[in-house]
C-alpha cells in the first residue's frame, strides 16, 4: 500500500505564496507521475500540475507562470509552488501519483484559503 502525506496548506492573503508538500511512503515501485489535483466545492476534481519521473511538466492554464511543481524522486517527494495566489484558487489540494502506469493514489488533500 502507498499513503501520500501533504503538508503546507493554509490561509494567506492574495498575492501572497504557499508551498505544498507531499511525501510517498509504503510498497512503492516505478513510480511514474506525481503531481497536484484541486477540488473546488460541488466541482470535480481538476489538474493543477504533474510532473514525470523524468522531470516533464504539465500545468492547468489557470495557474501557468505562478505555480512550480519540482520533485525529489530520492525522497519520493513532490512539491508545489504557489505564488500570486488569487481568491480564486481557494481549494482543497490533492497529492497524486501515479505507479507502474496503472495505479493511482491520493492524498487525504489540503486546504488552501487565499482571501481577497
Known amino acids: 500500500q502507498v499513503q501520500l502525506v501533504e503538508s503546507g496548506g493554509g490561509l494567506v492573503q492574495a498575492g501572497g505564496s504557499l508551498r505544498l508538500s507531499c511525501a510517498a511512503s509504503g510498497s512503492i515501485f516505478s513510480i511514474n507521475a506525481m503531481g497536484w489535483y484541486r477540488q473546488f466545492p460541488g466541482k470535480q476534481r481538476e489538474l493543477v500540475a504533474i510532473i514525470t519521473r523524468g522531470g516533464d511538466t504539465t500545468y492547468a492554464e489557470s495557474v501557468k507562470a505562478r505555480f512550480t511543481i519540482s520533485r525529489d524522486n530520492a525522497k519520493n517527494t513532490v512539491y508545489l509552488q504557489m505564488n500570486s495566489l488569487k481568491p480564486e484558487d481557494t481549494a482543497v489540494y490533492y497529492c497524486?501519483?501515479?505507479?507502474?502506469?496503472?495505479?493511482?493514489?491520493w492524498g487525504q488533500g489540503t486546504q488552501v484559503t487565499v482571501t481577497s
Open positions: 497524486w501519483l501515479l505507479a507502474r502506469t496503472v495505479y493511482t493514489y
